[in-house]
């Protein structure tokens, strides 16, 4: 589960949330840079749609991304 003060950072770049101790116990150095979610929910928004998260104990963590459907470009008439 995030907690609900970390889900206000989830999608701001260079944002990595702290992990637990279940997931952290072998100490390695993080890798990412923190811009997936980030650029996840930018292409999102920029084909008119929107990337979400929410997060509790009994659903676990959902992402959910929406874009609209496209709509079809009108058919040229016959010459």
Do not use: C, W, Y
Not at 48 to 71: D, Q, W
Request: a negative charge.
């Amino acid at each position: 589960m995030i907690p609900d003060e970390a889900l206000q950072l989830i999608f701001k770049p260079l944002v990595q949330l702290a992990g637990t101790a279940s997931t952290d116990e072998d100490n390695r150095p993080r890798t990412s840079l923190g811009l997936g979610l980030f650029v996840a929910r930018e292409i999102a928004l920029a084909h008119g749609g929107g990337l979400t998260v929410a997060s509790n104990e009994v659903e676990g963590t959902v992402f959910t991304v929406r874009l609209p459907k496209p709509v079809a470009a009108p058919t040229p008439p016959a010459v």
